[in-house]
């Protein structure tokens, strides 16, 4: 089971720190991911990470702005969103899988509730 948190009303250039807490004790095994859908547009891939901490990729629009990580000790992983645009705004989502996160999504195995983030202009 997966719970997102971190959500909020942000001015644009402002951060915000999404939290993904995981349950088990089988979190370090997972591959993490984060994405984000608005409505009417198709789920979009904003990060992921491997198990151990590495194998860190991003949706190009993110790079340079948000950092994804992860604290396997706490079971949560973290996405950590500066210079936020008023396109990022969405539900941001977390994401978990034992082999892959592909970039659409699909096949993944576990899904958070999502968390609203809302950019100001």
């Known amino acids: 089971q997966l719970q997102a948190s971190g959500g909020g009303l942000v001015p644009a250039g402002g951060s915000l720190r999404l939290s993904c807490a995981g349950s088990?004790?089988?979190?370090?095994?997972?591959?993490m991911g984060w994405f984000r859908q608005t409505p009417g547009k198709e789920r979009e891939f904003v990060a992921r990470?491997?198990?151990?901490?590495?194998?860190?990729t991003y949706e190009d629009s993110v790079k340079g702005r948000f950092t994804i990580s992860r604290d396997n000790a706490k079971n949560t992983v973290y996405l950590q969103m500066n210079s936020l645009l008023p396109e990022d705004t969405a539900v941001y989502y977390c994401?978990?899988?034992?082999?892959?996160?592909?970039?659409?999504?699909?096949?993944?195995?576990?899904w958070g509730k999502g968390t609203l983030v809302t950019v100001s202009s």
């Open positions: 994401a978990a899988d034992p082999v892959s996160i592909r970039p659409t999504g699909s096949g993944v195995n576990y």
């Open positions: 990470i491997d198990s151990s901490g590495g194998g860190i």
């Open positions: 088990g004790r089988t979190f370090s095994r997972y591959l």
